[in-house]
């Protein structure tokens, strides 16, 4: 199969090319290519199906079904692969639910699925990371407060195995009863605050920590301009920033609108300007759509007792092309290189996924910049609002 006629964007610019497709992969770039299978791509955009990591099942439950339902939505937004969080119910932290996961993610023939491992199991020992790693878990997931041994332990498995560290990072005592960031908005509203300092502390801790053991960390979800400036003085921290942190503020929990309600919590208009600015500096390796669905059950409740979370995968590649691309500082490079290259190789996936190069997956989508709609999402932050570009499948 040939594509003839897109703007191929690729991590070095956007450049017009014709693509051959061969047994799945992609065989060859040029100008101008023939061949008896031919779509016109009629000057749309192609690029790489996007990769994330560390996205969420409907209430966090694995359940038989959940990973069918998560394939086919996350294809239908532009998600080529996902990798699931370990901090699932059940926890994701030992050879059955690990199995369970495994062979529930073969029956998607969408998208790519694949799984993070728990470092700790619920009972607070380590879980068995290297039975879980030889059997195809592609990192280990952990929370920063956890204690500093356990972390010794899972620093030294990643290294023996290769794979890299996933952080949730947050401090419990610092976070108390907060239900959202303290500032202005949680004070007018009456609502316990959570200090941006309980990320920022421990990101410090756990990059001393890397440092000393030489492991690589991602810090998952990662909400602070602090955060992103401690990443970018320690090599071995890797931020991936949520786009709704770039997009969004605390004021959308304006009205105890539990829709504004994630983990991490939105910042205030003055932090998500100084992270979306260390971002364009090239302060962060990845951006996540932080997919963490949650039923209208959950959702419908008094602020305090709802649910963290959000269906981040719906309209994501349009939200942010509007936002950050079409509107903003950065460029579909960047953009390609933030949500597919560096997430694949955080996972292991160089040379087949994130990016259009010879050798690599024929893992495509085409965009097309000239189509405007609203979104419709009743219970998201951005239901109603105007964005540009839509994915289509090839």
């Given amino acids: ?79 080529g692969t996902v990798v699931l969080s370990a901090l699932s119910t059940p926890r994701i ?31 607070g020992g380590l879980s068995d990371c290297s039975i879980l790693l030889k059997e195809g878990a592609v990192g280990i997931e952990f929370e920063s407060h956890i204690d500093g041994n356990l972390i010794r332990r899972l620093m030294e498995y990643a290294a023996m195995h290769g794979v890299k560290l996933f952080c949730r990072a947050n401090d419990p005592a610092l976070q108390g009863d907060g239900v959202m960031h303290d500032g202005s908005v949680s ?88 992270l979306l600015e260390a971002v364009v500096r090239g302060d962060a390796a990845m951006i996540t759509s932080l997919h963490t669905p949650v039923s209208r059950t959950a959702k419908d409740a008094v602020f305090s007792d709802a649910a963290y979370g959000i269906d981040g995968l719906a309209h994501a590649l349009p939200l942010l092309y509007t936002h950050l691309v079409k509107e903003g500082p950065l460029d579909f490079s960047d953009l390609v290189r933030l949500t597919a290259t560096n997430p694949a190789l955080a996972v292991g996936l160089e040379g087949r996924k994130g990016a259009v190069r010879p050798g690599y997956d024929a893992d495509l989508l085409l965009f097309d910049p000239d189509v405007t709609f609203r979104c419709t999402e009743p219970g998201s932050p951005y239901d109603g609002l105007e964005v540009t570009g839509r994915v289509e499948a090839l």
């Avoid at 069918?68 to 937004?77: D, E, F, P, Q, Y």
């Avoid at 300092?197 to 001393?208: L, N």
């Fill in 1 to 79: 199969m040939v594509i003839k006629h897109a703007r191929v964007v690729t991590p070095e610019g956007v450049e017009a090319l014709d693509v051959r497709i061969e047994k799945g992969r992609i065989a060859e770039l040029s100008p101008s290519l023939e061949g008896e299978k031919v779509v016109d791509a009629k000057g749309k955009y192609l690029l790489p199906a996007l990769v994330d990591i560390g996205v969420g099942v409907m209430d966090g439950k694995l359940r038989r079904g959940t990973l069918k339902k998560l394939s086919v939505k996350a294809r239908a937004n532009g998600f």
């Fill in 93 to 123: 932290d030992n050879e059955i639910t690990f199995e369970f996961a495994k062979s529930q993610a073969e029956l998607c023939r969408e998208t790519k699925i694949l799984a993070l491992l728990s470092g700790v199991k619920e009972d």
């Fill in 187 to 274: 004070c007018r509203l009456g609502l316990a605050g959570i200090p941006a300092v309980s990320e920022s502390s421990q990101v410090a801790r756990i990059g001393e920590l890397a440092e000393f053991y030489g492991a690589d960390v991602v810090v998952l979800g990662a909400s602070t301009p602090q955060t992103l400036r401690i990443c970018a003085q320690n090599p071995r921290l890797l931020p991936q920033v949520s786009m709704h942190h770039l997009l969004l503020d605390d004021r959308a929990c304006d009205g105890y609108d539990t829709a504004g309600k994630l983990w991490p919590p939105l910042r205030d208009e003055a932090m998500r300007r100084a």
